[in-house]
C-alpha cells in the first residue's frame, strides 16, 4: 500500500508557473511508475504527464508539451509536476498516480493502483 499527498495547487494567472508536488509514503517509491492526470468539471480525467521508475523516461500529453516538466526525486519520495506558461484551459484538479507493474508510465487512467486526493489548479484569463 502507498499513499500520495499531491500540494502545490492555488490560483494564478495566465502565463504564470505553479510546482505540484506528490509525496509519497509506504513502500518503496522508486518501484513505482509515477503519472499526473487532470479532471476539469463535467470533462473525463485525463492524463497529463508520467515518468518512469528510474526518472529516465518521461511522457506528455501533447497540449503540455514544452510547458510543464515532470520529475521524481526518489530518495525524497516525491514526484513533481513544474507548469509554466499557464493557460486557462489547464484549470482543473490535478491528481498524481502510482503504477507498480508497468516499467514506464502508463497513458491510461485503469493502469495506475494508487491515487492521490487531488489538488485544484485555477488560472484566471
Known amino acids: 500500500q502507498v499513499q500520495l499527498v499531491e500540494s502545490g495547487g492555488g490560483l494564478v494567472q495566465a502565463g504564470g508557473s505553479l510546482r505540484l508536488s506528490c509525496a509519497a509514503s509506504?513502500?518503496?517509491?522508486?518501484?513505482?511508475?509515477m503519472g499526473w492526470f487532470r479532471q476539469a468539471p463535467g470533462k473525463e480525467r485525463e492524463f497529463v504527464a508520467g515518468?518512469?521508475?528510474?526518472?529516465?523516461?518521461?511522457t506528455y500529453v501533447d497540449s503540455v508539451k514544452g510547458r510543464f516538466t515532470v520529475s521524481r526525486d526518489n530518495a525524497k519520495n516525491t514526484a513533481y509536476l513544474q507548469m509554466n506558461s499557464l493557460k486557462p484551459e489547464d484549470t482543473a484538479v490535478y491528481y498524481c498516480?502510482?503504477?507498480?507493474?508497468?516499467?514506464?508510465?502508463?497513458?491510461?487512467?485503469?493502469?495506475?493502483?494508487?491515487w492521490g486526493q487531488g489538488t485544484q489548479v485555477t488560472v484566471s484569463s
Open positions: 509506504g513502500r518503496t517509491f522508486s518501484r513505482y511508475s
Open positions: 515518468i518512469s521508475r528510474g526518472g529516465v523516461s518521461t
Open positions: 498516480a502510482a503504477a507498480t507493474i508497468s516499467l514506464i508510465p502508463p497513458r491510461e487512467k485503469e493502469g495506475y493502483d494508487y
